[in-house]
Nanobody, 122 residues
Framework: QVQLVESGGGLVQAGGSLRLSCAAS????????IAWYRQAPGKQRELVAR???????NYADSVKGRFTISRDNAKNTAYLQMNSLKPEDTAVYYC????????????????WGQGTQVTVSS
């Protein structure tokens, strides 16, 4: 009923930039918080950035000043602009969103995308 699809990952040299997109589709009534997580090999999944429905943002200390999260509510899409990338940013990046569907608008469910690989070479 609701899907999240990430795109924009790839291979980039250290110091470069990438822009990830997270598009929500399906029977969407409203979208609350949207977040980006990442998981590097052998490590736990960690929160990278979050944006609320009102536009408030917070970031992991490791990406502050380099990454920017944003959202386009008209397009049901969120973005993660990643600048000054470092090899330690290499991970699979996942989008997560709290969504109310038109099927059950009184219930908020958490959805995840399939992930997109970001690899930063030194």
């Amino acid at each position: 009923q609701v899907q999240l699809v990430e795109s924009g990952g790839g291979l980039v040299q250290a110091g470069g930039s990438l822009r990830l997109s997270c598009a929500a589709s399906g029977r969407i009534f409203s979208i609350n918080d949207i977040a980006w997580y990442r998981q590097a090999p052998g490590k736990q999944r960690e929160l990278v950035a979050r944006v609320t429905s009102s536009g408030s943002r917070n970031y992991a200390d490791s990406v502050k000043g380099r990454f920017t999260i944003s959202r386009d509510n008209a397009k049901n899409t969120a973005y993660l602009q990643m600048n000054s990338l470092k090899p330690e940013d290499t991970a699979v990046y996942y989008c997560s969103a709290d969504i109310r569907s038109t099927v059950a608008p009184g219930i908020t469910k958490n959805y995840w995308g399939q992930g997109t690989q970001v690899t930063v070479s030194s």
